[in-house]
């Protein structure tokens, strides 16, 4: 079965600084990859996916991630941060492909430090 | 366009009564999905309905959960006799049918459930 894992539960980091959140997934490669972000009191937001198409996506707000196979990895970063990144982001895996319900990570909570 | 709704926001009920949550998808997607998100748990599927296939009820925790999707579009999800131990927000997404979407899910706000 699909698992993923996000690193670091709360990650904080300086207003300007590099974005770095943490997602492995289990070691069968998953048709797709998302990563959603959820501002407080709120659903949650698709900021990018991985289809296979291109290894490094590029998603909102100046978010991408990059597919890395050898590392089970996809990871997600963002050169600059600012102080409305501040949110809970998920790392979710597909069961198969098509519709069909995702696997989340346990969350990882930005803060962002002015 | 409009997206995904769910009702009430927020629900207070007492341990053992029975609630129901709302879900409106997204006009025209064939896939509804309910997840959990609670604080130990993190973010669990619940039910998933494709078009007019047989509903996926493989996430449901107890027999106490149960869901139905009426002319493949406006869903409930009723509890019965709610535990405390079911506080916790209550998401719902829908998806539409086609390889351009690639099972990317469309969430809607949430119903924050809390059992006294």
């Known amino acids: 079965a699909q698992s993923v894992t996000q690193l670091g539960s709360h990650v904080s980091v300086s207003e300007g600084a590099l974005v770095l959140l943490r997602c492995n997934y289990s070691?069968?490669?998953?048709?797709?990859l998302f990563w959603y972000v959820q501002y407080p009191n709120q659903g949650l937001q698709l900021l990018l996916k991985?289809?296979?198409?291109?290894?490094l996506v590029k998603g909102i707000n100046g978010f991408e991630a990059e597919f890395k196979k050898s590392e089970t990895s996809f990871h997600l970063t963002k050169p600059s941060a600012h102080m409305s990144d501040a949110a809970e982001y998920f790392c979710?895996?597909?069961?198969?492909?098509?519709?069909?319900?995702?696997?989340f990570g346990k969350g990882t909570r930005l803060s962002v430090i002015a | 366009g409009a997206g995904v709704s769910q009702s009430p926001s927020n629900k207070v009920t007492e341990k053992g009564k029975d609630v129901e949550l709302r879900c409106d998808p997204i006009?025209?997607?064939?896939?509804l999905y309910w997840y959990r998100q609670s604080l130990g748990q993190g973010l669990e599927f619940l039910i998933y309905?494709?078009?007019?296939?047989?509903?996926?009820k493989s996430g449901l925790p107890s027999d106490r959960f149960s869901a139905e999707r009426t002319g493949g579009s406006v869903s409930t999800l009723t509890i019965q006799r709610t535990q405390q131990e079911d506080s916790a927000v209550y998401l719902c997404a829908s998806s539409p049918r086609g390889q351009t979407f690639r099972g990317t899910q469309y969430f809607g706000p949430g119903t924050r459930l809390l059992v006294l």
């Open positions: 006009s025209g997607h064939t896939a």
């Open positions: 309905f494709q078009g007019n296939s047989a509903p996926d």
């Open positions: 979710a895996v597909s069961r198969a492909a098509g519709n069909t319900p995702l696997v």
């Open positions: 070691s069968s490669v998953p048709p797709y």
């Open positions: 991985y289809t296979s198409a291109a290894t």
